[in-house]
């Protein structure tokens, strides 16, 4: 069971309404689009994990607890648009873990598509 916070049902509302009303490009929708919502918050997800940064670099753990909220929220998300799709827990499961294989290579070999990725993830309030 998932339990939502205060400020990240907050986030979680305020990034499917802007991805239904208006889409990462700004485009008007009639619609939610909670599809396109679920696609971003996998690739949030993902690319939450692939900018954690390492535990010996950040002394103080600040960064990756912040890393790690972000993250949350994104896979928060996830789950919340799985939920609006009618999908059961082990399709978004099935879903996590292939965007995790598929996702991940891409942002490992091209830091460009990571960037981009990181970008629209925090234009989202993802990450």
Not at 7 to 15: D, H, K, L, T, V
Not at 70 to 96: C, E, P, Q
Request: charged share 20%.
């Amino acid at each position: 069971m998932l339990r939502f916070y205060p400020e990240g049902m907050r986030a979680i509302c305020a990034s499917a309404l802007i991805i239904a009303a208006h889409g990462i490009a700004g485009a008007q929708s009639v619609a939610p689009d909670y599809s396109k919502a679920y696609s971003y918050a996998l690739r949030c997800f993902v690319a939450g994990g692939a900018a954690m940064p390492k535990a010996d670099v950040d002394t103080t753990g600040t960064a990756l607890r912040a890393a790690r909220e972000h993250t949350r929220k994104a896979f928060d998300t996830v789950y919340f648009m799985g939920r609006k799709l009618g999908y059961a827990d082990a399709r978004i499961s099935a879903d996590l873990d292939k965007a995790q294989a598929v996702e991940m290579r891409l942002m490992v070999q091209s830091p460009v598509y990571l960037a981009r990725t990181k970008t629209e993830c925090v234009t989202l309030g993802l990450m």
